[in-house]
């Protein structure tokens, strides 16, 4: 929390992206003969499942169990896992845009704020800082628009060069309901979240500008920070790093294709930095693991504060023991 | 070519990455009831395919019509198109890469240089020039150690991680096969060379420098760049412009997530630029696509030179419309 908010400390805590996930058999165990969504609800079993890196890789924070198309169930949209999130009737005209409702969230996923007072409960003796999350709305809409994952997201682009009205009013409700999740995770017990942009990186930087930023401003405009600081992950978004400053975000998570010790640089006292191991970079041997911990953590010193993590989650074939060697040599710092 | 090599222009040229593709009714006529790999195969069929974009959308440049994996194919790999590339057997030992081959490219894939003779007797009179091609070879490693197209490439980085000598051979005897391939093409009549690094950019700033770098540059060496220039594409490789200049290419291929103007201004005299528009762009009114496309022309003047092009290949779903809107704003440049 201090790295989060650029207070001093001894050295740059430790947790990683997807920490709890497919990599651990304690997960797939977990998981045995349960869809990912009923997990995603099932409260007993998502407290579980977060707690699981805590206890098996000796992370330094926990975070929600959950999935960024979570708080999009209620908002009138047929959606489904498999495992990816499908989009059964895509979001295509100003119609479709308007018939998507922004309900509150505390009755269309009650589950996800009493797995947080859970986790806050379970953790608050041993002061681990506990994590909530949501998608950036531009990511959501990709999803929405595309119906699906894609390489190009070609329709999502279509409907912002051709029908840009229609992209602008589905990006405002995602926002509405974006900050009203937020908040509500951080009045029940997040003491700080992060927000994954996963694909506004496909953006070049005056699309960036035009389409990203502003959303992310109003987000961290409206949101409780005093009370939780604001991470903000961009996914390949190592040129647009200037407009990620400009968010407004407390924290600037960063993919692993940045050298993070010149973006500390450059972002001085204007953020905290997160980051950045190659989560591939986890097959490597534990030395070699260790030496990246210690460059990552030495670059990092430029900016306000450093959260160590990957520049992306874990993967499912990450070996368990790339990820203890990780969270290991984060705590060996001097 | 003036451009290329930082000559004097009265406007920048144009081309586009898979001008001649699948978003062409001609194209897909041409390629009915025909395999991929058949189509560039037949030289009379890949030569009208490679001229249909000259033709149909008045670009100012023919790029032979092929894959990079077609040298590939005497290699001694188990390679399918379905339709990417598929390999039945995935490189992943030393014995793997052992047994994989260099051949004469003029027995393994003699149709290649016939075509690119046609292209060129054709070409001569109207004095359009005629660029030829390969994959990187990082990026053919990819595909041979993955077996696949991936999100993640996490067999490739597990080899470059734990069995660097492993990876390092198979590199060494690509770089071999593509050196001797991209000459025989100069040879036969390709006045400029692109290589395609579509996978490097899936790496950081230090292991491109160990891995990529090396390679880019031993091809631009030995390569007779007296007569064809060698431009260099990296997808996604923003974060590697310092690395890419330094590999000697002549032409700079930028990723539409990359500012061309700050770029162009940071390469200055070192290199020409090519680029940049995001291909979903296309999909914009032409209006918007001709203030794009003056917009690059002006930010390119900072380079050496500039080849107007988009930020990556035409797609399926590109509008036959915008590619003409493209061509022929570059072509009203004053």
């Given at each position: 929390m201090r790295?989060?908010?650029g207070e001093p400390v001894d050295r740059p805590?430790?947790?990683?992206?997807?920490?709890?996930?497919?990599?651990?058999?304690e997960y797939r165990a977990a998981r045995a003969g349960v869809s990912f969504l009923d997990a995603c609800r099932d409260v007993e079993r998502a407290v579980e499942i977060s707690l699981q890196p805590l206890r098996l890789v000796g992370t330094?924070?926990?975070i929600l169990f959950s999935d960024i198309f979570v708080p999009v169930l209620g908002m009138g949209v047929d959606l489904d896992f498999r495992p990816g999130p499908v989009i059964a009737k895509p979001l295509r005209t100003l119609e479709d845009v308007e018939a998507i409702s922004v309900p509150d969230p505390q009755e269309s996923v009650p589950y996800v704020f009493a797995i947080l007072r859970r986790l806050r409960a379970e953790l608050e003796a041993e002061a681990v800082p506990l994590l909530g999350f949501a998608g950036a709305p531009f990511t959501l809409a990709a999803y929405l628009v595309e119906g699906k994952g894609s390489k190009d997201f070609g329709a999502l682009k279509r409907m912002m060069y051709r029908e840009p009205a229609v992209l602008r009013a589905l990006?405002?409700?995602?926002?509405?309901?974006?900050?009203g999740y937020l908040n509500a995770q951080i009045?029940?017990?997040?003491?700080?979240?992060?927000?994954?942009?996963?694909?506004?990186?496909?953006?070049?930087?005056?699309?960036?500008?035009e389409w990203i930023l502003p959303s992310h401003q109003t987000i961290a405009r409206r949101l409780a920070r005093d009370r939780a600081p604001l991470i903000l992950y961009?996914?390949?978004?190592?040129?647009?790093l200037d407009p990620m400053i400009e968010s407004?975000?407390?924290?600037?998570s960063l993919d692993w294709r940045v050298d993070l010790a010149a973006a500390a640089r450059h972002i001085g006292r204007r953020a905290s930095v997160q980051g950045n191991l190659d989560p591939c970079a986890l097959a490597a041997p534990p030395e070699r693991i260790a030496a990246w911990?210690?460059?990552?953590?030495?670059?990092?010193?430029?900016?306000?504060?450093?959260?160590?993590?990957?520049?992306?989650?874990c993967l499912p074939e990450t070996p368990v023991e790339g990820v203890r060697a990780f969270t290991a040599a984060a705590r060996a710092l001097a």
């Open positions: 790295s989060c908010r805590p430790v947790w990683l992206m997807r920490q709890a996930g497919r990599y651990l058999p330094e924070a926990v990006l405002e409700r995602l926002e509405e309901m974006t900050v009045d029940a017990g997040a003491q700080a979240v992060q927000l994954f942009d996963t694909w506004a990186g496909l953006l070049g930087p005056a699309d960036y500008v961009v996914n390949g978004g190592g040129h647009v407004g975000a407390d924290v600037l911990v210690r460059e990552l953590a030495a670059g990092g010193r430029a900016a306000r504060g450093h959260v160590l993590n990957l520049g992306h989650g």
